[in-house]
């Protein structure tokens, strides 16, 4: 079982950045973040795989980079441009992925961290 922690969420105007970090009691095989707004269901925002290929989804691309430190086993989220519509909890996972663009989550989730994107 792996313990996944995040932090980094706060308040930021649109057009501002925040970096999101999620720190993990072990190596996983991939690792992604997702969101849930209120209201509406959780989403895959983005994932990385242990090689380091990384997927997005369309409503973030060109806005968000998604990283991992392996040494530390710690992952990242640098959010530029951030728009209303980004505001939301971001959780952590841990999974796998497969052909690229496809990941599977395992019931790790670090506790969530709320975004919140407001003039």
């Known amino acids: 079982q792996a313990e996944l922690v995040e932090s980094g969420g706060g308040v930021v105007q649109p057009g501002g950045s925040l970096r999101l970090s999620c720190s993990a009691s072990r190596s996983v095989f991939a690792m992604a973040w997702y969101r849930q707004a209120p209201g509406k269901e959780r989403e895959l925002v983005a994932f990385?795989?242990?090689?380091?290929?990384?997927n997005y989804a369309d409503s973030v691309k060109g806005r968000f980079t998604i990283s991992m430190d392996n040494a530390k086993n710690t992952m990242y989220l640098q959010m530029n441009t951030l728009k209303t519509e980004d505001t939301a909890v971001y959780y952590c996972?841990?999974?796998?992925?497969?052909?690229?663009?496809?990941?599977?989550?395992?019931?790790?989730w670090g506790q969530g961290t709320q975004v919140t994107v407001s003039s």
């Open positions: 996972n841990g999974g796998t992925s497969y052909g690229g663009s496809n990941y599977i989550p395992f019931d790790y």
């Open positions: 990385i795989s242990s090689s380091g290929d990384t």
